[in-house]
């Protein structure tokens, strides 16, 4: 086929996410190398968004690429009512890196059902039934994890589920507290999360569940001792604590998981995305010791009829190898430091940019129409002049690929990026707001 028949056939045939049908010009890809896609006519696009913050490792890798490849010469697939090497050296690495008091993993499909089964463990572990998330949030869009998801993306979902409780995300910049340091913003959150779990009723709380730095919402980093404080709370009322590993997992922040950032130990962790990078779709729920153990005199009611699937597992046990082999981790952080310096220059020279949020690779500038005022550019959960689809059409249009999400620009590039790229990128991105500036000005 052509770069125009594979365009015209995909449009005709195939219903894509998120999306108005007939806005869409879908770019035919070639191929992958790098941070790089390319296209039928060589133009070369740089992936700053590791498509949906999945492609860690970019395109190409010859060791997963390898991994797969062996798999196949054995089989393809075999249910896990049999013993699978990948699966079980996969699970062992997992659980080794996650903490020493984590026990079992559970494989999922993706990030959407790994948080669906975190629900169901919780829930069979507890005896309880309602689950806090907050808004804000993605947890994925199927029914359950769109339960937990706090914005707009929920709405097609409702009236939801029974027992899913929200409440808000400690958003210091738009929150704009008459606070002097983020430990008081902290002990405001904090109060009003216990006051909310008391009117709940704390015994029939499950889990409060929380990306561990929220994602696409606006890499919205948790505020000085915040999850130290969830933790303690959920101590304190026999609540499990989920963190939602699925964008900031796998070296995505600077460490191998968000949580070690800050001195905790979840109950239960959900991870996908970067476990494989997308070469083999995979996700998972990784539980501590004690409800691991829990389950060995319980039936564990969950079942996925390709969870752990062989080759999804043969990528993972080669991509996480990957990132302990080349300091993956180290990495990131040494250059999201850079991505850091540069956005803040870029903060400082824009009317357009109200704030910049950066840990790791994992970033976003949010756009504004007055800084001291604060006021978005686009209302929430809605875009009536499409400024966000023209700052993209700006962006792509100097191949400089990624997505919005509200009045956020997301930044989080594959983690084997170099500064020397990172630079090149993010100059593109300051010549883009360049133009926002005159845009509202």
């Known amino acids: 086929m052509t770069a125009q028949e594979i365009r015209e056939t995909q449009k005709k045939y195939v219903l894509q996410s998120w999306s108005k049908q007939n806005t869409l010009e879908p770019i035919p890809i070639q191929r992958g190398e790098n941070i790089y896609l390319y296209d039928y006519d060589g133009n070369r696009y740089a992936d700053m968004s590791s498509l949906h913050v999945n492609m860690n490792l970019g395109y190409g890798n010859q060791e997963i690429n390898r991994a797969i490849r062996d798999k196949l010469e054995r089989y393809a697939f075999i249910s896990e009512g049999y013993a699978d090497e990948d699966r079980a050296r996969l699970a062992k ?19 959407a059902d790994a948080n669906e089964n975190a629900i169901k463990i919780a829930r069979m572990f507890t005896g309880r039934n309602k689950i806090f998330s907050r808004y804000r949030s993605y947890h994925g869009s199927s029914f359950g994890a769109g339960n937990l998801t706090g914005e707009p993306r929920r709405f097609p979902l409702e009236p939801g589920i029974p027992g899913f409780v929200k409440f808000m995300d400690p958003y210091v910049y738009r929150d704009n507290l008459p606070f002097e340091t983020e430990r008081e913003c902290t002990d405001f959150y904090l109060r009003r999360l216990e006051e909310q779990i008391n009117y709940e009723n704390p ?42 590993e699925v964008m900031a997992g796998w070296c995505r922040t600077g460490k191998m998981f968000a949580f070690q950032h800050f001195g905790v130990q979840p109950d239960i962790v959900t991870f996908a995305k970067g476990v494989t990078c997308g070469y083999v779709q995979l996700g998972g729920v990784c539980v501590s010791k004690k409800i691991a153990a829990y389950f060995d005199d319980h039936v564990l009611s969950c079942g996925l009829t390709y969870n752990g699937h062989p080759l999804a597992c043969a990528a993972g046990v080669a991509c996480v190898q990957y990132y302990l082999d080349h300091d993956i981790a180290g990495h990131t952080a040494r250059v999201g ?60 249009a100097k191949r400089f690929m990624t997505f919005a999400h509200e009045n956020m620009v997301l930044v989080a590039p594959p983690l084997i990026i170099t500064e020397e790229q990172l630079r090149e990128e993010l100059a593109k991105l300051d010549e883009v707001l360049t133009v926002v500036d005159a845009m509202i000005l």
């Open 93 to 111: 690495l997992i659980v080794e890196l996650m903490g020493e008091n984590m026990g079992k993993v559970f494989f999922t499909n993706a990030g």
């Open 203 to 244: 015994d029939n709380i499950a889990a409060i569940i929380l990306e561990t730095v929220t994602g696409t919402n606006g890499v919205i980093i948790p505020p000085e001792g915040y999850l130290p404080g969830v933790r303690a709370l959920c101590d304190k009322y026999g609540i499990l604590m989920v963190c939602d």
């Open 337 to 396: 430091q850079v991505l850091g310096e540069l956005l803040e220059d870029i903060k400082e020279k824009h009317p357009c940019v109200g704030d910049v949020r950066c840990i790791g690779l994992f970033s976003a500038v949010e756009l504004v129409r007055d800084k001291t005022t604060r006021q978005p550019l686009v209302p929430y959960g809605r875009d009536p002049e499409g400024m966000m689809g023209k700052v993209l059409a700006l962006l792509k």
